[in-house]
């Protein structure tokens, strides 16, 4: 399985509410990444994850919330976001932070309205 | 100057075209060179990755890589209709990972 999955594919939210992004993948990687990618750019790092830890934190608000509950799934929750936050938001693997090949799910597609 | 710079296209050639795409960077710690490719409204693609200077060849493609001059290349050869998307280069140190803009390559038949 060299899969990476992200629910929900499409997510349209209000500012005050509150959701969260799902991430899984079964390679036994243990690096995890979320991205934004904001239309006709190039996806932007947001965090890392290496071993379940967060190792990076690319001075994201705090209205982007990760969670790593184990080797095998990302979380990303939102609270109170601004309609420029709508993007894609991406979520990739690795087999671990110092390999090159990076492993991108489709992503979930963010309004904010 | 931005760290990874790349030729904005967009680009359109004739169906079996040779294609060239190509990134320029500044931080000579950059250790692994990366070549992405993107559907619209899809993740990223990983096509090659290389680490030293010199070719890198497979199938249609070809990753060159020029360390001394902070260049980097993907040959398309044989261009198809469905080699059009976004490719974008992305570069790695530590856990430094910085993308390309993107080219946008149409393949017209």
């Known amino acids: 399985d060299t899969e990476v999955t992200q629910t929900p594919k499409h997510l349209v939210m209000g500012m005050t509410n509150k959701k969260s992004l799902k991430c899984e993948q079964h390679?036994?990687?243990?690096?995890m990444y979320w991205y934004k990618q904001k239309a006709k750019k190039p996806p932007e790092l947001m965090f890392v994850y290496s071993y379940e830890k967060l190792s990076i934190n690319e001075s994201v608000p705090s209205r982007f919330s990760p969670e790593c509950p184990n080797s095998s799934l990302l979380n990303l929750h939102l609270h109170a976001l601004q309609p420029e936050d709508s993007a894609l938001y991406l979520c990739?693997?690795?087999?671990?932070?110092?390999?090159?090949?990076?492993?991108f799910g489709p992503g979930t597609r963010l309004t904010v309205l | 100057q931005k760290e990874v710079e790349q030729d904005p296209g967009p680009l359109s050639v004739p169906e079996g075209a040779i294609v060239s795409l190509n990134c320029t960077y500044s931080n000579s710690a950059f250790q692994y060179f990366m070549w992405y490719r993107q559907y619209s409204r899809k993740g990223p693609e990983l096509l090659m990755y290389t680490y030293s200077s010199g070719n890198k060849e497979d199938g249609r493609f070809t990753a060159q890589v020029d360390k001394s001059s902070k260049y980097i290349s993907l040959f398309i050869r044989d261009s198809q209709p469905s080699d059009s998307a976004t490719y974008l280069c992305?570069?790695?140190?530590?856990?430094?990972?910085?993308f390309g803009p993107g080219t946008r390559l149409s393949v017209l038949p």
């Open positions: 992305a570069m790695k140190n530590g856990q430094n990972f910085v």
């Open positions: 390679m036994g990687h243990r690096a």
């Open positions: 990739a693997s690795s087999q671990d932070s110092a390999f090159p090949e990076q492993f």
